[in-house]
Nanobody, 127 residues
């Protein structure tokens, strides 16, 4: 089992930057990929991006492509979500998730393909 803890959320102004962290513990060595998802008030969960643990291949939702960057530090078992040029529509609770088995890039866009989840961290962007 993998335990995930997100941190770094906060209240930001539009146009600013913020970095979220997701620290993995437990069977972190078994992770194949990590994903970031978010849920805005009154809306369904939305895929943000993913990264493979070994190769570092990334994938992003169109809504954040070019503004958000996912990276990982294998030595620290930590994944980061660097968010630049924040917009009010980025306001949401952000969750990281982990998957141990191989999955396609497309499959990593689907929440149900991840078995371990963090508790979420709130990001609020004011205009």
């Amino acid at each position: 089992q993998v335990q995930l803890v997100e941190s770094g959320g906060g209240l930001m102004q539009a146009g600013s930057s913020l970095r979220l962290s997701c620290a993995a513990s437990g069977r972190a060595f078994s992770i194949y990929a990590m994903g970031w998802f978010r849920q805005a008030p009154g809306k369904a969960h939305e895929f943000v991006g993913s990264i493979t643990w070994g190769g570092g291949s990334t994938d992003y939702a169109d809504s954040v492509k070019g503004r958000f960057t996912i990276s990982r530090d294998n030595a620290k078992n930590t994944v980061y979500l660097q968010m630049n040029s924040l917009k009010p529509e980025d306001t949401a609770v952000y969750y990281c998730a982990a998957r141990p088995q191989w999955a396609s890039t497309q499959a990593l866009r689907i929440m149900s393909n991840f078995g371990s989840w963090g508790q979420g961290t709130q990001v609020t962007v004011s205009s």
